[in-house]
């Protein structure tokens, strides 16, 4: 299973910020965009901001 980027499902694809309307429509753009590592679905499923917006 090596495609399993979002392994836990905790985040969907597009993402929106809810502040700005930026999205994410894929895993590349969320972590460049949102911030978010693939590895810790936990604090990401808190972060539903852009980098901008949580700065
Ligand atoms: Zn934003």
Redesign the pocket.
């Given at each position: 299973m090596h495609r399993g980027f979002f392994m836990s499902g905790s985040i969907k694809l597009p993402h929106s910020?809810p502040?700005?309307g930026?999205t994410a429509y894929t895993a590349v753009e969320l972590q460049e965009k949102f911030g978010y590592r693939t590895t810790s679905s936990k604090s990401a499923s808190n972060q539903s901001?852009?980098k901008?917006?949580r700065s």
């Open positions: 910020c502040k700005c930026e901001w852009c901008k917006c």
